[in-house]
C-alpha cells in the first residue's frame, strides 16, 4: 500500500497570503489529522476529520481551517499568514478498525512565510 | 488536559553504548502511549506503543513499559547504532480520540 502523501512538499510564502496543503490517506483510512511541527511549540495537533466532517480541533486560530473530501484526501488552508506559521505540516491518517490509535504520518509539507 | 513530558537532548551517545529516554505523561483516563521516531527530512514513524498498564512495546530493540503507578513510558535500547541517530517523540492518546498528544522530543546522535 502507499504511504501518506503530502503536497507539495515545500512552499514559500509571504506575510498576508494564503495557501492550501493537500493530504492523501493510506487507502482505506477514513480519519486524517493535521499537526503543526515548529521548534519552539513541538508538534501541536491541528484537527481531525473522518467522513468529511470535523471531529477534533486543536488550540488554533480561525485562519487555520480544513476539509475532507468523500474519497478521504484532505485539504488545509490557512489564511493571512503570518511569519509564525512557517512550520512543518505533518499530515498523519489511522484506519479505525484497529484498537488503538497508530497514526500513519507523510513526509509533512515545509512551509516558509517571508 | 493531556500532556507529555520527556528528557530534554540532546543525547550524544558512542555506538554500542545503552539509551534511555524518559517520559512521564498525565491523562484523564486510560491512554494509549506511543514512541515515535523521526529522521531527518521525514515525517513521523512509530517505533512502539503500549495501550494497556504493563503492556511492553518493543521494536528493532527498543523497548518500553507502561507503567501505571508511575505515570511513565521510558524509551530503551542496549545498543545503539549510528542509525539511531534521530528525534524521538513520545505521545498518548486517550481511548477513542484521534488527537496525539506529544512531548518536545528528544534529539539523539549516536558517533561511531
Known amino acids: 500500500k502507499a504511504g501518506v502523501t503530502q503536497t507539495p512538499r515545500y512552499l514559500i510564502k509571504t506575510r498576508g497570503q494564503q495557501v492550501t496543503l493537500s493530504c492523501s490517506p493510506i487507502?482505506?483510512?477514513?480519519?486524517v489529522s493535521w499537526y503543526q511541527q515548529t521548534p519552539g511549540q513541538g508538534l501541536q495537533f491541528l484537527f481531525e476529520y473522518f467522513s468529511e466532517t470535523q471531529r477534533n480541533k486543536g488550540n488554533f486560530p480561525g485562519r487555520f481551517s480544513g476539509r475532507q473530501f468523500s474519497n478521504s484526501r484532505s485539504e488545509m488552508n490557512v489564511s493571512t499568514l503570518e511569519l509564525g506559521d512557517s512550520a512543518l505540516y505533518l499530515c498523519?491518517?489511522?484506519?479505525?478498525?484497529?484498537?488503538?490509535?497508530?497514526?500513519?504520518f507523510g513526509p509533512g509539507t515545509r512551509l516558509t512565510v517571508l | 488536559g493531556d500532556s507529555v513530558t520527556q528528557m530534554e537532548g540532546p543525547v550524544t551517545l558512542s555506538e554500542e553504548a545503552f539509551l534511555t529516554i524518559n517520559c512521564t505523561y498525565t491523562a484523564t483516563g486510560y491512554p494509549s502511549l506511543f514512541w515515535y521516531v523521526q529522521y531527518p527530512g521525514e515525517g513521523l514513524q512509530l517505533l512502539l506503543k503500549?495501550?494497556?498498564?504493563?503492556d511492553k512495546g518493543s521494536n528493532k530493540g527498543f523497548e518500553a513499559t507502561y507503567r501505571k503507578e508511575t505515570t511513565s513510558f521510558h524509551l530503551e535500547k542496549g545498543s545503539v547504532q549510528v542509525s539511531d541517530s534521530a528525534v524521538y517523540f513520545c505521545?498518548?492518546?486517550?481511548?477513542?480520540?484521534?488527537?496525539?498528544?506529544f512531548g518536545a522530543g528528544t534529539t539523539v546522535t549516536v558517533r561511531a
Open positions: 498523519a491518517s489511522t484506519s479505525e478498525t484497529l484498537s488503538y490509535n497508530e497514526q500513519f
Open positions: 505521545a498518548l492518546s486517550d481511548r477513542g480520540d484521534y488527537k496525539l498528544s
Open positions: 503500549a495501550t494497556k498498564a504493563d
Open positions: 487507502s482505506g483510512h477514513r480519519s
